[in-house]
């Protein structure tokens, strides 16, 4: 077999083509999470926690050689995570929503299943001993 007719049946097997569909929808529905962050949530949070922006907090290690300093940026890490937190409860208020869409209706409006054969001997049982 070719190396070309060997690619040809990797690249047209289902997982591949699977996985294909979901990195280009995963893409558009980061920008869908983005947008939902930086242009819904983040400004709605802003009255609530003021302008917070943790990405200049940094601390001085050392100097380099051209006397500039150097930082170590811990509040970049801080923001960045902040938005993660945000972003993955974000997802996951949607993902709520989407699964409580396609649940099924409740099973409280189906009846009760008939009783079993053991129920119904007893039952018998119980109704002839009640008579005597």
């Known amino acids: 077999m070719s190396f070309a007719s060997e690619f040809k049946?990797?690249?047209?097997?289902?997982?591949?083509?699977?996985?294909a569909v979901g990195v280009v929808i995963g893409g558009a529905f980061g920008k869908i999470v983005s947008s939902l962050v930086?242009?819904?949530?983040?400004?709605a949070l802003s009255p609530i926690l003021g302008s917070v922006n943790?990405?200049?907090l940094s601390f001085q290690?050392?100097?380099n050689a051209a006397g500039k300093p150097v930082l170590l940026k811990y509040?970049?890490?801080i923001q960045t995570t902040f938005e993660f937190?945000?972003?993955?409860?974000?997802?996951?208020?949607?993902?709520?929503g989407i699964n409580k869409l396609k649940r099924p209706p409740a099973a409280?409006?189906?009846p009760?299943?008939?009783?079993s054969k053991t129920e119904v001997l007893l039952q018998d049982i119980k109704d002839l001993l009640a008579k005597r």
Do not use: H, N, Q, Y
């Open 9 to 19: 049946e990797f690249a047209m097997k289902g997982s591949v083509l699977d996985l």
């Open 85 to 96: 937190l945000v972003i993955a409860l974000s997802i996951f208020i949607v993902i709520k």
């Open 75 to 77: 509040g970049a890490f």
């Open 54 to 56: 943790f990405s200049e």
């Open 112 to 115: 009760p299943p008939p009783p």
């Open 61 to 63: 290690i050392a100097t």
């Open 108 to 110: 409280a409006d189906a």
């Open 38 to 43: 930086g242009d819904v949530i983040m400004p």
